[in-house]
């Protein structure tokens, strides 16, 4: 079928009553129109033959509404600074004109132009006018009649230029003649900055560097000269303002040297290769590192200089001296200097003690072999044990041939933090102990990494016994442990020991002395376990 002519009508209300926008159209399939002022949400358009209105078709509902815009930026929480170019966005539907910017520094109660007329491209560069304010808000009105117009949709802030220091800002404590790297934050500086340091807390100030690219950071070198007043300052290079100085006084320590090992009481075997460290401050490449055999009086070169690197192997020279210490200094110029806080020896004679060394546990009334080796001439040693770690000494044999070699009766002296010493019986120099802590004990744990599920005694015996007896327990929790035989009548015979436990398997054994260490009398004893809060009891019989 062919339609000569279109006609385009427009309904304001759902298609109930309809006018023309085009009576004749010849022969075209689409119509540039002028929408209408008239707003409605209830708009349609219909196309028929535009000779007797039929065939016909009708578009959908749709709206007709007012033009508008919408600010996009700033959208708040913006900072401007006064003097700087700020961008003004915004979005618009509809005919609309130029448009006015205009500003509020009072959230919107009243407003300033800033702009009174510019096209309407959705973008505005203004200049940020001096109205320092917290509260500020932008809005975007056509220029002719003010309508459609829109507020940004929250406040942000117009700001005077600023630098802030924001490190070293106060506490600190850096190296004299160290690098430090200043950091600070900025708004409405765009040409360079200088940074200045001043070492009486802000009264005056000398430069650190000038003119440098304000990128937030710098890599400053600090004044040779001590002071605990000191603070940075960096400040516009052109003006000088904006500027910003450290909140608080940060320190400069002068350059130093800390003598680490040897410091005190160490013996070093002469000619052995043993380790000098040290810990320094401030600008030292190299140090220098001495030895004096009469505490100080007097220096001998051990090197030098080494890389300050805080440790350096030497060989120990033979020069035996109990009045030894070792300097570290500057190899430039000798300054800072530090050593060994007190003496140390130098012997041509030492004691090593091997065994026990460290995570041994051996039972009250064993015998062991305590080891040792000798570098020299030792006839007589001192055998020593400790049962807190060294803080006192009980001895074992006052003197004793060097034989390398002591079968030792482990006393009935529960302790889990035990030592054994060796010296010269002739002035205990040389010496030695374990280099770890062992045990004294009749517990031991057996079936490691198995943890049962229920807390108890899990076999006894023999029993009757003539040797040892061992109780096996176990324990499904963390718990204290304690144990004990007593006699018949309640006397205390033997104390097996207490401490703290984790979760596992033990077994505590009784090697039927007394706490005195002598065999008990053959008869029935009662055997107390003490597992947590928990008491268990079982009676053994000592056969003869």
């Not at 430090?180 to 560097?209: E, H, K, M, Y």
Request: aromatic share 6%.
């Amino acid at each position: 079928m062919v339609i000569p002519g279109y006609k385009i009508d427009l309904s304001l209300d759902g298609g109930t009553t309809w006018s023309t926008i085009a009576p004749y159209l010849s022969s075209v399939l689409s119509y540039n129109w002028a929408v209408p002022d008239t707003l409605s949400t209830q708009a349609k358009i219909r196309v028929s033959d535009a000779t007797d209105g039929s065939p016909f078709g009708e578009s959908g509902l749709f709206t007709i509404c007012a033009p508008y815009l919408t600010v996009t930026a700033p959208a708040g929480g913006e900072q401007w600074v006064v003097g700087t170019t700020a961008a003004v966005r915004w979005t618009s539907e509809g005919q609309i004109g130029p448009v006015a910017v205009d500003l509020s520094t009072d959230n919107a109660a009243t407003w300033t132009n800033l702009v009174a007329s510019t096209a309407n491209t959705g973008t505005c560069a203004c200049t940020v006018p001096n109205r320092v304010s917290a509260r500020c808000r932008i809005r975007v009105r056509e220029a002719a009649d003010n309508v459609p117009s829109d507020t940004n949709t929250a406040v942000f802030s117009i700001v005077t230029p600023y630098v802030t220091v924001t490190f070293p800002n106060g506490g600190e404590d850096f190296a004299a003649d160290s690098s430090v790297t200043v950091r600070w934050q900025s708004a409405g500086v765009t040409g360079t900055v200088n940074v200045d340091i001043s070492l009486d807390g802000g009264t005056s100030w000398n430069p650190l560097v000038a003119g440098i690219a304000n990128d937030g950071s710098e890599v400053c070198r600090m004044p040779a000269t001590a002071s605990t007043t000191c603070r940075v300052r960096v400040s516009d290079a052109t003006t000088g303002i904006p500027s910003d100085m450290s909140n608080a006084n940060f320190r400069l320590t002068a350059p130093s040297v800390t003598v680490t090992a040897p410091n005190g009481g160490e013996q070093w075997l002469a000619g052995s290769t043993q380790t000098v460290t040290w810990q320094s401050r401030g600008a030292i490449a190299n140090v220098k590192i001495e030895l004096s055999t009469n505490s100080g009086s007097t220096w001998t070169t051990l090197l030098a200089s080494t890389a300050n690197d805080g440790s350096q192997g030497i060989t120990v020279p033979s020069t035996p001296s109990a009045t030894c210490r070792v300097r570290v200094s500057d190899a430039a110029d000798g300054q800072p200097s530090d050593m060994s806080n007190a003496a140390f020896a130098i012997v041509a004679i030492a004691v090593r003690v091997t065994s026990p060394n460290g995570g041994e546990v051996w039972r009250p009334g064993t015998f062991h072999n305590i080891t040792w080796t000798t570098v020299g001439s030792v006839p007589q040693v001192t055998l020593q044990y400790s049962t807190n770690g060294g803080t006192s000494w009980k001895d074992i044999v006052a003197s004793f041939p060097n034989g390398g070699s002591y079968n030792w009766t482990v006393p009935n002296d529960i302790s889990r933090t035990c030592l054994v010493g060796v010296s010269d019986a002739a002035d205990s120099v040389p010496s030695d102990v374990s280099d770890s802590l062992f045990a004294i004990d009749n517990m031991t744990a057996v079936l490691a990494g198995r943890t049962p599920v229920v807390t108890g005694i899990t076999a006894f015996g023999p029993n009757p016994v003539r040797g040892t007896l061992a109780v096996e327990f176990g324990l499904a929790r963390p718990m204290a442990v304690a144990g004990y035989v007593h006699s018949m009548d309640g006397r205390l015979v033997r104390d097996l020991g207490q401490s703290q436990r984790p979760a596992g398997c033990y077994s505590l054994v009784w090697d039927c002395a007394s706490e005195a260490g002598r065999r008990v009398q053959a008869g029935t004893y009662v055997v107390t376990l003490r597992l947590g809060n928990d008491v268990q009891r079982k009676l053994v019989t000592v056969a003869r």
